[in-house]
């Protein structure tokens, strides 16, 4: 059979407070870059549950996703000639207060408030080409009620009957 081709999914929080941006700045091999509170989507969980997870992960602030901005895919190809697609679900929602003490993810420096005009002007040290469209959409009013996507019960691997 020959190799069935998967996008990797990943979920993204746009966060805005005050006309700015809540951005992390991590280590990648390409050197330090921006990007979203992002990741992979885990087993078992909902996209929704998965940017709430991330989000707190890399900046250590609980996130409640209340509407989806938009589904994205782009494909990146890596310096050793990986090529990958991600296929990223990104959230706007409720940025909680700060987590004193908590850890962020290995490979996250910090965490940055920017404004849209400050992301435009960094788009060379942007990790995902997906950044700076969600920040746009989100400014354009995009938002999509959270039900738009239906987790089946079996996700969680829970039978249902």
Known sequence: MAHRWKPNVTVAAVIEQAGRFLVVEEETSDGLRLNSPAGHLDPGESPAEGCARETLEETAHRFTPTALVGIYMARQRGARGEDTTYMRFAFCGTLGPLEPG???????????????????????????????????DYLAGHRHPLDLIHVHASVAGEDEA
């Open 102 to 136: 908590r850890a962020l993810d290995h490979g996250i420096v910090r965490t940055l408030w920017m404004t849209a005009d400050e992301l435009r002007a960094s788009r060379e040290r942007h990790r995902s080409p997906l950044l700076l469209q969600c920040v746009d």
